[in-house]
Each structure stands twice: as structure tokens, then as C-alpha cells.
């Protein structure tokens, strides 16, 4: 399993990827004081691609993000306010995005198209906009490229999050570095469907826009769209990613070993993202990593992993430490599969933090005490193996706890 | 909605069925020396009807039920352990299904295809059915028909409950009175694909097979399959209806007045013993009745009403009284409809505990210390109106409180 996520403080300045600024505020939305507004801008259009929630009801950023993706040649600037997520709430909603986008396009002096926007917090209640044109000519000229700047934008992105989120990579193209930077914020309502709440990655290579579509599509897949909380898709899960070639790199195409490279550090930085999130999960003390092997393909893998990782009492047993490997073997026997795909329980073996605790679907004898201390770490590895084919996914899930409930029970009353 | 769980002593003698005894002792299966173990006999062979889990991991004793329930002309009895589920334990699970059966077909003079099986609790332990065994001569001579010994079953199929499940209901055939009695267990691992952990109903009126079977699988999709607490179907997961005739009642027939009689008191039973195992969900303080109208589909509007009511968002907002209407649709939103069935989130009308808070998808104002208030009684209605169709259902589910982590964190370890 990759190492847990790094604190902001570990990124070096020349991580930073060229021709970005980076600018954070406290413009009221928050009742605590705290940042609530982002800017991230480009110096010039940047090639963009995005991932977006698959819920049906989609927050009004996010139908205006898609269309700005749609129509506009290139971006220059993502707005995200924290707070209010600007969801359900009707045309005066759509109204207050198309807003905002118009407001930092006039201080960058480009159109309202070339401006994305993001909303995370409370759904259902009417944004108060207001405070956010009050804020934006600040903003735009507040932009700067440094690491506290872009440690303050990830910061003005947290809800119930515990700790800003962010990561970088580099990589070289023709004996050039290239650089990948990005943020993410989500600790409940986690259960990506082709996003997640919000993550944006910058980076200073040079991608032309199809291939930007494509391997970020692919790359949310193996990364965001692997984690749950707590099995509930967000309205506003959006990933966002910029290349705006400032490296002077010459552009990648969709071959080769430098597209490879490229690839890489994106998918490094978007799991980085993608476990900081899982291990910032509301109330989390642990975070288990499901890996299953052995189904029918690997949509039946992902599809046994996802049950057995969203289950409320493998969860609960995983804030115990407690071996219960029958709550995982049971979750695995109500995973819906797709018609023709199944396994036979009496031979799935399961493996707990390294000793098998399940072999061929009954009891394997193993110390309890034991295996009980390695549950009780903060990664717990969990494999089940279906001996029922060659395919396999891996998803990553948090415990539940107390502290989840308190967090959600207490949230607005 | 139907008044909550009546308890126990509220059993009238005179509702009893004819020509059944009850019988229950504690053989050590549970290590705090509570009643585990119930016999529930027929005097002559019954009319049988099972429902049991989908899950693909089935319980050696469903199993062995599923298989007698097939090949015998008439049910003798019913035997139920609690303290251990008998699943996950293979070959000699199987056995050990088998033996208990046969030993209780031995005391009456029966085979042991007229005998059917249920266990309930840990799953992935060996049974040590010499407990069992050895228990069942006594328990076998025990047998009497008595409201107290029928109480006494309920208590001893409980595991995580904290109340014995039972209800009883009466109507007329032919100037005769015939008797309907249910007894019910579990508050954790509820979701219910087929019937409920464990739930037992005896009537003494006269039924064919085929009819006895057909009312069954009905009356239960409408009543345990309509529940939930934490959305883990269960592997033990068995409903089991007998029909003896002893009421000297003419045999129903599917169809007239008389039929339509049993099918009420059969659903009010079931109905009841359902909401008694959603209102002592694990750590349950609340239900909530998640009544969803205007779907594209009766098929629809369940599978929109089960996202809703297995939410964590969802159920954690209950147990804080928290009118958080956003996280309602936000679930609705992500329920997975088949191809074609789908709902515009901008028509959806939302109402908690009689007051509309949500108009056409956007906050309606409403006075939320008085819904707050409404949603802290131990019963609240949620109506969700899709605006898209006809289609209807209702699903119970009760909220999720840090109770029911400490339960579930604690139950082995």
C-alpha cells in the first residue's frame, strides 16, 4: 500500500508548476471565520479536462463547469468557495455560478466561459453570492506562485476535512521538468462515482485536449473513484485538471514512454489525493484497503470490494479491530452481480492484515489476539479471494465510528 | 403508519392457535446463559410455506430447511438456536443442521424432513450442536400451549435484540375463529431480500400449499422485505409460515372474502413483528417511514426509497432530529434506476413529519425548531413525490446512532 498521505509542508517550491497563481480568502461564507474562497489561475488558457458526480441531482457549479468545459477554447482560473455547496437550489443558484464566473473573468480580463467554479458544504440552502463578488477583486490580485499561497488554497477548500490535502510530482519530457500539482478536499457524503468531492491538478506540461480527457477519465477510475466514506455520492464531486504547457516541455501524445512518465505522476499525485481523503473520512481512525482477486471479471471484483467496503457492520468491526471475517464473507454474498457472474462461497479465502482467517468459506484457525493488534493499525490490508476467475479491483474505506455520528447527527442543528 | 410494537403480555390467551406447543430452554450456546434455544411443534403434520435469504452465502440450517421444505408432506416442528449463526462452517455445518433435525424427528415420532431448522447469531464459529442434542429430550417433553411459553420462544430467538418480537391476529371462517401467531428476531444485519433473520407465524387455519406459498412471498415484500437498519442482508435470513387446520375451519382457497380475511391478519402480523425489528434496529432511538410517491415505477420508487433509507447521511441526520432535507435528495439522486426510469430533480417535493420543506427540488421555508421538534418523537413519516409517474413504496428504517457503533464494535473483540 502506498505511504499515507504528506502533510503540505513536505512540498518543495520546485514542485510547483509553472505559470499558475495561487489566492485564498475568508469571505464570510464560513460561520467560523475560517478561508472559504479559492482562486487558482492560469497566465494563459490552459487545456482542461473534467470528471464530474454522477448523481442526478447535480449542484448548479456543476452544470456550469460542464458547459464552460464545453464551449470555451481554454481556462484560466478555477473559483471554489467552501460552505454551501450552491445545491438545489434552482435558477437563482445557476444564476449565482454564471455570476461568480463572470466576476473573476472581468478582473482577469478574459470571458466568463474560461472560468470554472466549485461549491462544497451545505446543500439546499440559497448561496449568499454576495459575499463572494464582495471578494473577488481582492483575490485576483492577491494571486501569487509560491507553496504557502497554493498550502492556503487547499486550506479554503475544507469542510469537515481534518487537514488540507495536496500533492505533487515531477517528471521530464526532452530533458525538461514538468510538474503535477494537486488539491483535494472530501471527508464525508465520500462515495465517488466519477469524481470526487473537489480535486484540482495543475500542471505546466503540454497535453492536447483529448488526451487530457482521457487519461484523466482513466486515472478517477483507478484513484477517487476507489475510495468510499461512507457510500453516499455528492452532488458536487467534481475533478478538474489544467496543463497549460508553461514548462516549455513539447507537448505529450498518447504513446510513448514520456506520455507514460506523465500518466504516473498524475495517477501518483490523484492516489495521494484519493487516500488523504479515505484517511481524513469523517470520524476515520483506520483506513482498509479491500483488494478483490479471483472474481468472474473486474467489474464483479469492484463490485464485491464496494459492498464489502461500504457495509455499516464491516466498518464497525474495522473500528474494532475485530476479526470478523463472516461480516465480510456475508457482505460479499449480497454484492449485486451482473446476470451470468457468481462464485462459489465455500471457496473464497480471506486474509486479515496478512494471516488467513477464512480458507475455501469456513473458519481457518489463527491467533485472535494477534491478528487483533494488526487490526488496530492505521492500514489495514484485507484480501478476499473469490477463486473464481482472474479479475480484481481494490477499494479503499475507512471504519466507522462514534465520531462519525456525532459529526453527522450534529452537522446543521 | 400502524402503532408501534405492542409488547408481549399484551397476548390474549384466546389468540392463541390450536394444536401447537411451545418449548424453550438455555443450553449454553450463549455465553451469558440466556434462553438460546426454542421448539415450536405441530400436533399433526402443517402446511408449510418458507421465504429465505438471497445472499449467496446461505446458512448450513437454511440450507437443510430450503431441502425439507421441498421433499416432506407436512411440517412437525421448527427448532431455532440462537448465539450462532451455523454459516460459513461447511461440511460439517451441514451435519450439524441435520443431526438436530433428526433428534427432534426422533422425540416426535417423525422423519426428519418434517422438521425445520433455524439458527441465528456469530457467523463462521462451529456450532457445538452436542449442547443442542443433548438439550432437545427435555425440551421435546417440555412442549405446552401457553401464551408464557410461547413469550418465552420469542425470548429465546433474540441475539442483539433487547425486546421479544412477537404478534398475533385473529379472524373468522365459516362462523369459526381462527388464530395467526408471529414471532420475529433482529435488530442488526437488516436488510431483508426475501424475509427477515428469523421469523416464525403459526396458524391453526386450513390452507393449501400452493396458496399458503403465494400469500407468503407476498405479504412479505410488503412487510420484512420493506425494512432495514444497517443493509446487510443477513445468511440466516428465513420467514416460515404453518398452517396445522386445527381450528376445524374450512381449507382457504385462494380467492373470496375469507381468503382476503387471513391475508390482513397475516400481514398484520407480519406487518407488526417487521416494525418491531426496524424499532429495535442496533442503537436504534427512532423510525422513520420513507414513503416515496409520483415514481416512474413501483420498482422505482423502492429502489429510490431503500438509497434513502440506508443512507448514513440519512440516518445520522434522524438520530440528531436534524431537518437536513439536501442529504434526502441527494440520495434520491443516486439510487440506481433501471435504463429509462429516471425523475427531473427540479419537480422533487420533500415533506418530514407532515411539513413541506423542500418545493420542486429548492428550500421551501418552514419553521425548523417546530421540525426539529417533530422529528425527535420516536415516529416520523418522510414523503418524497417524484412528480414522474404513479409508481409507490415504502421502506422503514430506523437512524443510526453512536449506539450502534459501540454494539457493532464490540461484538466479538
Same mark, same amino acid.
Request: charged share 20%; net charge neutral; proline share 5%.
Given at each position: 500500500?502506498? *505511504?499515507?498521505?504528506?502533510? *503540505? ?9 509553472k505559470?499558475?497563481?495561487? %489566492? ?20 494563459t ?12 441531482? +447535480? ?29 438545489a ?28 467554479? @466549485? ?7 440559497p448561496?449568499?453570492?454576495? +459575499? ?9 490580485q ?16 475544507? $469542510?469537515t ?30 462515495h ?15 497535453? %492536447? ?10 486515472? %478517477? ?6 475510495? $468510499?466514506?461512507?457510500?453516499?455520492t ?5 475533478l478538474?485538471?489544467?496543463a ?19 500518466? +504516473? ?45 461500504t ?23 449480497r454484492?449485486p ?8 462461497? %465455500? ?10 482467517? @477464512? ?41 466507522? $465510528? ?12
Amino acid at each position: 500500500m502506498k *505511504p499515507l498521505f504528506a502533510e *503540505p509542508e513536505l512540498l518543495s517550491p520546485d514542485l510547483l508548476p509553472k505559470g499558475y497563481e495561487f %489566492a485564498s480568502t475568508a469571505c464570510g461564507l464560513k460561520a467560523n471565520g475560517r478561508p472559504d474562497l479559492a482562486l487558482i489561475t492560469s497566465d494563459t488558457p490552459a487545456v482542461a479536462a473534467g470528471v464530474f458526480t454522477r448523481n442526478r441531482v +447535480k449542484a448548479a457549479p456543476v452544470l456550469v463547469s460542464q458547459e464552460h468545459l464545453r464551449v470555451a477554447g481554454g481556462i484560466r482560473a478555477i473559483i471554489a468557495n467552501s460552505g454551501n455547496a450552491n445545491c438545489a437550489t434552482g435558477a437563482s443558484g445557476l444564476a449565482t455560478s454564471r455570476a461568480t464566473t463572470a466576476a473573476v473573468a472581468r478582473e482577469l480580463g478574459c470571458s466568463p466561459e474560461e472560468v470554472l467554479v @466549485c461549491s462544497t458544504g451545505v446543500i439546499g440552502v440559497p448561496l449568499e453570492v454576495g +459575499k463572494i463578488l464582495g471578494a473577488i477583486p481582492r483575490l485576483a490580485q492577491d494571486g501569487i506562485r509560491s507553496t504557502d499561497a497554493a498550502a492556503r488554497v487547499a486550506r479554503a477548500m475544507m $469542510t469537515t476535512d481534518t487537514r488540507p490535502k495536496w500533492s505533487a510530482a515531477s517528471f521530464r519530457i526532452g530533458g525538461r521538468q514538468a510538474n503535477v500539482l494537486g488539491f483535494a478536499k472530501g471527508a464525508g457524503m465520500i462515495h465517488p462515482q466519477m469524481a470526487t468531492m473537489l480535486a484540482f491538478v495543475v500542471t505546466d506540461a503540454a497535453l %492536447a485536449r483529448p488526451v487530457a480527457q482521457s487519461v484523466l477519465s482513466g486515472v %478517477a477510475r483507478r484513484t477517487f473513484n476507489s475510495i $468510499t466514506v461512507d457510500g453516499d455520492t455528492s452532488t458536487n464531486d467534481t475533478l478538474l485538471l489544467l496543463a497549460n504547457g508553461a514548462s516549455g516541455c513539447p507537448a505529450l501524445r498518447a504513446d510513448g514512454t514520456e506520455y507514460r512518465r506523465f500518466v +504516473k505522476a498524475l495517477e501518483s499525485v490523484c492516489q495521494e489525493l484519493a487516500l488523504a481523503i479515505v484517511t481524513d473520512g469523517e470520524g476515520a481512525t483506520r483506513v482498509a484497503e479491500i483488494e478483490v482477486r479471483g472474481a468472474p471479471s473486474d467489474v464483479a471484483a469492484e463490485q464485491v470490494a464496494r459492498t464489502i467496503a461500504t457495509s455499516p457492520l464491516v466498518k464497525t468491526a474495522l473500528a474494532g479491530g475485530d476479526p470478523n471475517w463472516g461480516r465480510i464473507l456475508a457482505a460479499a454474498g449480497r454484492a449485486p452481480l451482473a446476470k451470468g457472474a457468481s462464485f462459489d462461497p %465455500a471457496r473464497v479465502d480471506i486474509r486479515l492484515a496478512g494471516t488467513i482467517v @477464512c480458507r475455501r468459506g469456513e473458519a481457518h484457525p489463527f491467533d485472535e489476539n494477534a491478528v487483533h493488534e494488526k487490526l488496530l493499525e492505521r492500514h489495514v490490508p484485507v484480501v478476499i479471494d473469490l477463486k473464481s476467475g482472474q479479475g480484481r479491483a481494490t477499494i479503499w474505506t475507512c471504519d466507522l $465510528t462514534t465520531e462519525y455520528v456525532h459529526i453527522n447527527a450534529d452537522y446543521r442543528s
